[in-house]
């Protein structure tokens, strides 16, 4: 028997240490490991080093093998020579010490084969772990290492490679990309291709944020034109996100006449999908053509708001729609008419002024959520704590009202709840000690700008007039306990202030800490970038 060495797999991956023991059918090698284990391994899984380890080997001829039983004694020639596999020394004393009649059942060729029991262990881990029909286990490579499901699936299959993948979760992680991704997917190979412009695959239409303003109406018709001449692509849509994209109601109208099993379509944020035009467009199609563009609709989403755009004298001819919820009222009431069921909006018009718009649910801060439709005029939001209150005889804590006020600022209406829970509530009620005035968090002016009555690091509201005090170069502002620690300071400069024609009044700015500025040739400080331009060009 020759000495241990390692030997190797074809593939590279299985290895075993143990020693040479001889060449068996000439098509396997006999190999003994370090434990006596006696293996059998054929030569087409054996590295070419190995096999040529094997040919320069002696060769062993077998010889006939006779058996004999005199007077208790067992004698054997065996075929085996010096170098070949030797009797185990537990089958030696074992034969010494038992009689002859369990003997008589082994017979000569087991004799010598001069091979032993595998154990229980042993047995197992010969066993494969996965099982194979019939006929497929003599196709595939034996394979003489112990791995679980997961390690033989681990080395087969690259999860970082898109073509090992299986087609069926390629299919499905398509489902999930948006429209240009997919595009993208598909241009990678054939298969892709294939893949990607399936009928499953299309299911759902959406748009990644960084390219939304790139969707416009030309945008989308010529991707619905596409999906047309693959195979009809468009029957397979049932799910439009076309949220914060460019588009008009013409392409919601496309979505209505062309989808024939959308379901579902969403346009939140589409600051040019006028909600008036969009009615008026949907109720003369659902009076004209219904029979012609049926359709399988059943929600839309229109989120808080949408803009109404140009009404002319003629257009409210047409359709006598004065707000943004019975705009809603009347797309509800043409696409109920066009798939002949109700469809479910976000948006519909207040069950009591039959003028604003309200959500299909309220929620009370006393009762809960109830099944009432009420805007924000007829059921106000407080302006601290954004609770609401239904006002029905039936609340359960009829105390808790919304109470009305008007801002000092802006001078817009404001809402402010009696809550004795809520401490900023109670502290929004004490108006300005100098002005007597209440404000808003957050004040609107007629341009669409929000300007904050907070205190920066406190973020108390207070009064911008009396109480507030602003840095003029990053904008911040802080309240009279807070000041102090903002260490602000006039700068150098002085401001006019005053309409022309009236009487002017000269003011110096304010700057922070974090915004004062020193001169680098001659040390003053209490500069702002205005000035501090300014005093750099002369002091030189």
Known sequence: MSAERLWLGSDGKYQIQASYVCLFHDNKVKLRKSNGVVVAIPLNLLCPEDIAFIATQPKIQPSKSTTTYNNGSVSSSSYLSSDSLATPPELIEFTNKTSLEPLQEVTALGMNRNGRHMSKDEATQMITKRPLPYGVEQCQPQSFTTQTRSQQLGSTINSKNLGHIPSKITSLISCYLDFRSRLLLSSLSRRLHHIVFKPEVWNTVNFHSSYEYKVNDKYYHTLIMYLRQRGSLQKSIQHVNLNCTGITSASVLLSVKYLENIETISIEKCWSVFSYQLAKELTHLAKNFSHKYPSKISKVTLGKVLHRGTITAE???????????????????????????????????????????????????????????????????????????????????????????????????????????????????????????????????????????????????????????????????????????????????????????????????????ACRKTCMHCGIDHFCDRCLHLHSSKCI
């Not at 005035?437 to 957050?442: F, G, N, S, T």
Request: glycine share 6%; aromatic share 4%; net charge positive.
């Open 315 to 513: 257009d409210q001819k047409n359709l006598d729609s004065k707000s943004f919820g019975q705009d809603a009222w009347f797309m509800n009431a043409a696409l109920n008419k066009l798939s002949n069921k109700n469809v479910h909006f976000d948006v519909v018009a207040c069950a009591h002024c039959h003028l604003g718009a309200a959500t299909q649910d309220f929620t009370c801060v006393a009762c809960g959520i109830l099944p009432l439709q009420k805007c924000i005029t007829c059921a106000p939001r407080c302006d601290r704590c954004g609770s609401r209150s239904c006002g029905l005889d039936t609340c359960i804590d009829p105390k808790i009202k919304i109470q009305m006020a008007r801002c000092g600022r802006c001078e817009l209406p404001l809402a402010l709840c009696n809550n004795e829970i809520s401490k900023k509530c109670q502290e929004a009620r004490n108006p300005c000690n100098s002005c007597h005035r209440l404000y808003h968090v957050r004040c609107r002016t007629l341009e669409g700008i929000y300007l904050s009555n907070q205190c920066t690091s406190c973020g108390n509201v207070a009064c911008p007039h009396c109480e507030l005090s602003a840095c003029s170069s990053c904008s911040d502002q802080w309240c009279r306990k807070c000041t102090p620690m903002a260490n602000l300071g006039h700068c150098k400069c002085i401001v006019i202030q005053g309409k022309p024609g009236a009487s002017k009044q000269m003011t110096k700015r304010n700057v922070c800490r």
